[in-house]
């Protein structure tokens, strides 16, 4: 079955049809297949597949059944997904037909190699590579992205997962702040207080200092931000 949707992958890159022999039980196992492999197609790690239960197909009274891919239930493609088809025959769908899957996933991870304190930034000597197979842990990564610290602590031997991390926060809560009023080629820099903190494009909440109004600024910077002029564009 393997090959079979293989030679399916193939055919429908260059744009032939399914053997229309087969019959369309066989032909819809073999399509969902060959559509899950294209998805993943050119990311990290291995992936396998298979079909948990036979689909079930609509009654066909007008010829041949044909199977056009139409909703993907989740984009990972591990664990029990599923693939929506439409079941067209004589050139009227039918109706749809949805295809459980499974897909385990072969590949690398990261997890730290020792306990870590919240709001610490991991360094690679605290992170190392391990085999995995099977079904990652929800949002696992690859890397730790620029920018961020650990939300809460962790414990020793703890797989990385985007929920561990938070984005650094570049302006705080009480931080004087250079803030840049810009309408389009004009652009002028005036001292402000920041009244709450966020990372590089968040929103923040300026005080300026002689007239105390507030506004809202989007974080550039270390202590910098930005903010529109009213009407400009």
Request: hydrophobic share 45%; aromatic share 6%.
């Amino acid at each position: 079955m393997r090959l079979l949707a293989a030679f399916l992958l193939g055919a429908a890159l260059l744009g032939a049809e399914p053997d229309a022999a087969l019959p369309a039980g066989d032909r819809l196992h073999a399509q969902a297949l060959a559509y899950a492999e294209a998805q993943v197609a050119g990311r990290d790690g291995t992936y396998t597949f298979r079909v948990v239960t036979p689909p079930l197909l609509p009654k066909s009274p007008k010829g041949p059944l044909t199977f056009e891919p139409a909703h993907l239930s989740r984009p990972d493609l591990t664990g029990r997904f599923y693939v929506s088809f439409n079941a067209i025959a004589a050139g009227r769908t039918l109706g749809m037909v949805r295809v459980d899957m499974d897909g385990q996933w072969k590949g690398q991870l990261l997890r730290f190699r020792s306990a870590l304190p919240r709001r610490a930034v991991p360094e690679p000597g605290q992170l190392e590579a391990f085999d995995f197979e099977g079904v990652p842990p929800a949002g696992a990564l690859r890397a730790v992205p620029e920018g961020y610290r650990l939300r809460g602590p962790v414990i020793q031997g703890k797989v990385l997962v985007r929920t561990d991390l938070e984005a650094i926060p570049l302006i705080n809560a009480g931080d004087p702040v250079r803030l840049a009023l810009v309408d389009g080629d004009l652009s002028i820099t005036v001292d402000a207080l920041a009244r709450s903190g966020g990372a590089a494009g968040d929103k923040v909440r300026l005080e300026m200092p002689t007239t105390r109004r507030m506004v809202q600024a989007v974080v550039t910077g270390p202590g910098e931000a930005r903010v529109q002029w009213a009407g400009s564009k």
